[in-house]
């Protein structure tokens, strides 16, 4: 695909692709949105005529079978993200999958291994690795700014108004058929991505405590040991009685304070303190899916690859007490 423009199309056209997504995919360079999927029918030609996107249709196959299409973005529920992943890659066309990438870590070997096997290629849409305020703390890790790294700590508190959920009008991420495993798989993947992106690969993997009788009010508590030797605990709680969103990574000389909801960094170094301060862009997904279609396009590495998600996969079964 060297020197040709990514003709996108969408599998689910829902919430995400508004404002976090889907418009990226017409504002990147050598990237079109030509084509839109939803079952119901009213929706998806709403949906195109507001986004002037002259395709649509009511069946996947039909869109990842549509000639014009090299490259889909598959953001249903996680439910069907292996299905149609696995149709996209067989039909050769490239995918960019939202997260949490399947559903368990059996599913993500069977997506390895499809990639492994096929030349389409697969982006996994880890997209705060490539937001501004996230890319500021991994360039102060690797910098030593606060020296040799010891520990992080992530704590995610939420009341039952759940403001750190997306709102849909079927909450599907209640249902662990759906979703799989509530409010946790929903957000997690990312912290938990993110904390593999700055600190490499996981020597040990524990979990904590669970509440899985109602995953509207599930608690997940993990720890991991890094190879570097930097120690993880993360604690996930969505019926809390206090907001609390924060990630503290303490190192030999000072720490990095910082939030997955906002955008601003505390840097603390021999008492000194500074603040670092970042700009959401309109559409948060677009970084990540410029990165996304320079790898298509082969004139750049994998943003996010599935190994890596699979690794975030296996995490979350761990800290689950399912595998």
Same mark, same amino acid.
């Given at each position: 695909?060297?020197n040709?423009?990514?003709?996108?199309?969408?599998?689910?056209?829902?919430?995400?692709?508004e404002?976090?997504?889907g418009p990226a995919?017409?504002?990147?360079?050598?990237?079109?949105?030509?084509?839109v999927?939803?079952?119901?029918?009213?929706k998806?030609?709403?949906?195109?005529?507001?986004?002037?996107?002259?395709?649509?249709?009511t069946?996947?196959t039909?869109?990842?079978?549509?000639?014009?299409?090299?490259?889909?973005?598959v953001?249903t529920?996680p439910?069907?993200?292996?299905k149609?992943a696995?149709q996209?890659?067989k039909?050769?066309?490239?995918?960019?999958?939202?997260?949490?990438m399947?559903?368990?870590?059996?599913?993500?070997?069977?997506?390895?291994?499809a990639?492994?096997?096929?030349?389409?290629?697969?982006t996994v849409? &880890?997209?705060?690795?490539e937001?501004? =305020? /996230?890319?500021k703390?991994?360039?102060?890790?690797?910098?030593?700014?606060? %020296? $040799?790294?010891?520990?992080?700590k992530?704590?995610i508190?939420?009341?039952?108004?759940?403001?750190?959920?997306?709102?849909?009008e079927d909450?599907?991420?209640?249902?662990?058929?759906?979703?799989?495993?509530g409010?946790f798989?929903?957000i997690?993947?990312?912290?938990?991505?993110?904390m593999?992106?700055?600190?490499?690969?996981?020597?040990?993997?524990?979990?904590?405590?669970?509440?899985?009788?109602?995953?509207s009010?599930?608690?997940?508590?993990?720890?991991?040991?890094?190879k570097?030797?930097?120690?993880?605990?993360?604690l996930?709680?969505?019926?809390?009685?206090?907001?609390?969103d924060?990630?503290?990574? &303490?190192?030999?000389?000072?720490?990095? =304070? /910082?939030?997955?909801?906002?955008d601003?960094?505390?840097?603390?170094?021999? %008492? $000194?303190?500074?603040?670092?301060?970042?700009?959401?862009?309109?559409h948060v997904?677009?970084?990540m899916?410029?990165?996304?279609?320079?790898?298509?396009?082969?004139?750049?590495l994998?943003?996010?690859?599935?190994?890596?998600a699979?690794?975030v996969?296996?995490?979350?079964?761990?800290?689950?007490?399912i595998?």
């Open positions: 695909m060297e040709k423009k990514i003709n996108w199309g969408i599998i689910g056209c829902g919430d995400v692709t404002v976090k997504s995919f017409q504002k990147v360079k050598n990237s079109c949105l030509i084509g999927m939803r079952r119901q029918e009213a998806v030609i709403d949906f195109a005529k507001r986004h002037g996107v002259a395709y649509w249709t069946n996947a039909e869109l990842i079978e549509n000639k014009e299409v090299n490259a889909v973005y953001a529920p439910s069907s993200h292996l149609y696995l996209a890659i039909a050769g066309k490239h995918v960019y999958l939202e997260k949490p399947v559903l368990n870590t059996h599913e993500a070997e069977v997506l390895l291994s990639v492994k096997k096929n030349i389409a290629k697969v849409a &880890h997209y705060r690795r937001l501004p =305020v /996230f890319k703390v991994k360039t102060l890790l690797d910098s030593n700014s606060i %020296g $040799k790294v010891a520990s992080v992530i704590v508190k939420q009341k039952d108004n759940t403001s750190l959920i997306a709102k849909t909450n599907w991420r209640l249902n662990q058929e759906i979703s799989g495993g409010y798989h929903d997690a993947p990312h912290q938990i991505d993110l593999c992106h700055y600190f490499g690969e996981v020597e040990i993997i524990k979990k904590g405590f669970q509440d899985v009788a109602q995953y009010k599930q608690n997940v508590a993990g720890e991991m040991i890094f570097n030797g930097v120690k993880f605990t993360g996930w709680n969505f019926n809390a009685s206090e907001d609390m924060s990630c503290i990574i &303490h190192g030999e000389k000072g720490r990095i =304070v /910082f939030s997955f909801y906002n601003t960094i505390s840097l603390s170094v021999c %008492g $000194k303190t500074e603040i670092y301060k970042y700009d959401t862009p309109e997904q677009q970084p899916i410029d990165k996304t279609v320079h790898y298509f396009l082969s004139n750049s994998n943003p996010c690859s599935v190994c890596e699979a690794v996969t296996q995490i979350m079964d761990v800290f689950c007490g595998k």
